[in-house]
């Protein structure tokens, strides 16, 4: 099957590739299985040797490589720069790190001596999204490959130059063939893949519908598996805010990557004495984006990754205004192949759109709380459970806030992120396990216990 890819501001077709078939996903497959027993062998300083290689290479082609983002999904250039370097730095940290959190880890017990080591579990199966078709895919494969792991990929259809991109840094960086292979299939074969015996675990990040087929497909075959999935993060704005930092904070959330992140605030709970406020700011600050090519670094607000991503989103926004929200900003589709502008909701109650589901894209949700006790409840109530934040000048009050909410990171007056120092992974729908820091480098490991009498 041949690919067509839309740029995602010029409307062109940009690039075209065809899906590979059974023969190429063996030979890929055969050469994980092969590399894999040389590579955990490897020490640690060998391992962590070549990821700062990696590192350097992809600070040494960091313009190109956004240049393919971009072209590939939208991305802003500037975003893009950052990605990389984030990607960079994840690679120095386990380079750094992976000794401390692999060291094997004592036991009192009455043996002489007990404790627990970490052994590599193998080939790792990945299904990346194309959101951060950089970062997702490091965020996996930087700790795997310090923890021994070798990896397949299959990145999301709209960005295979990006995945493309990351096999030629691994191998310009000496990375051994087979240590990292590129599937470009179908979700056909990815069950395939799933299924081989070669495959000793599956991490995913993407949406729940998709999640739901991994996992049962890894469940099926008592496979390992990582999910991260979609969420609808509670942006809790408390009566005592400072709206100086809170607003910027707001927009950077909602409206950076075109609002296609998992972590971006969806929700934005205001409580009396401040709503009415934040809103008239926080509208005012969002229609100064500036829509335009992503690659012009006066661009503010780039195109969404595709038009059909943003016809789902502005279908999502007609149905809550007809529902009874508020169209405070936006709502109409504009300049370009898939750009949507930034789009205020106010008023939004449940059974709306934009409250029970997941707004992927340039569109915020105002709901209205009566007291903190409130913002909590509307903050829950939600099938996702990905991240948090919660916005005062008291950081006490904040804290006890956050520590009721329901999410796998809370964030008081800063902005939810993936951090590579601080576990990350959702709660409910918005999935299980944990990528990042130590509990990240441990999820695709046998953590093995050694009794001896």
């Not at 940290?93 to 692999?102: P, R």
């Not at 795997?144 to 960005?159: P, Q």
């Not at 408390?238 to 909602?254: E, I, K, N, Q, W």
Request: proline residues 4%; negative net charge.
């Amino acid at each position: 099957m041949t690919v067509k890819l839309i740029h995602p501001w010029t409307g062109e077709v940009d690039y075209t590739y065809d899906y590979i078939g059974d023969a190429e996903v063996e030979r890929v497959l055969q050469a994980a299985a092969d590399a894999a027993p040389a590579w955990a062998s490897r020490s640690l300083d060998a391992r962590g040797a070549l990821l700062r290689e990696v590192a350097a290479r992809l600070r040494a082609r960091r313009e190109d490589i956004a240049a393919t983002m971009s072209a590939d999904m939208g991305k802003l250039r500037r975003e893009a720069l950052a990605e990389i370097e984030k990607s960079a730095s994840a690679c120095e940290y386990y380079a750094d790190h992976a000794i401390d959190y692999l060291r094997d880890g004592a036991i009192a017990t009455e043996a002489a001596r007990s404790y627990v080591t970490y052994e590599p579990l193998g080939c790792v199966f990945a299904v990346m999204p194309w959101n951060f078709p950089i970062w997702q895919v490091f965020r996996f494969l930087a700790p795997g490959l310090m923890a021994g792991n070798v990896a397949v990929l299959k990145h999301a259809t709209n960005v295979p130059r990006c995945a493309d991109a990351i096999a030629e840094v691994l191998r310009e960086a000496g990375v051994p063939d087979g240590v990292f292979g590129v599937l470009h299939i179908d979700n056909q074969l990815a069950a395939k893949v799933i299924a081989d015996p070669r495959v000793k675990a599956i991490t995913l990040t993407g949406s729940e519908r998709a999640g739901s087929a991994v996992a049962s497909a890894a469940g099926k075959h008592l496979k390992k598996c990582v999910m991260e999935l979609g969420g609808s993060d509670p942006f809790v704005v408390l009566d005592d805010a400072d709206l100086d930092v809170t607003v910027p904070a707001a927009v950077a959330s909602r409206f950076g990557n075109a609002g296609q992140t998992c972590i971006a605030a969806k929700r934005f709970i205001v409580t009396p004495g401040i709503a009415d406020a934040f809103v008239a700011r926080f509208v005012e600050a969002a229609s100064k984006l500036a829509i335009g090519d992503p690659m012009d670094d006066a661009t503010t607000l780039a195109p969404m990754a595709r038009a059909d991503l943003r016809d789902e989103i502005h279908d999502q926004v007609q149905r809550s205004v007809a529902a009874g929200a508020t169209l405070l900003l936006g709502g109409t589709p504009g300049q370009g192949a898939s750009h949507y502008p930034a789009t205020i909701l106010d008023h939004v109650a449940p059974g709306m759109p934009a409250y029970n589901e997941e707004l992927f894209g340039p569109a915020a949700s105002i709901l209205r709380a009566r007291d903190d006790d409130d913002a909590v409840r509307i903050a829950n109530d939600t099938d996702f459970g990905l991240g948090a934040s919660v916005w005062t000048r008291d950081k006490a009050r904040g804290e006890a806030v956050a520590r009721r909410l329901q999410a796998g990171a809370t964030f008081v007056n800063a902005i939810v992120r993936s951090d590579v120092r601080l576990p990350f992974g959702g709660t409910k729908t918005s999935g299980f396990g944990r990528e990042l820091a130590e509990h990240g480098i441990h999820e695709f490991m046998n953590i093995k216990t050694v009794y001896v009498a």
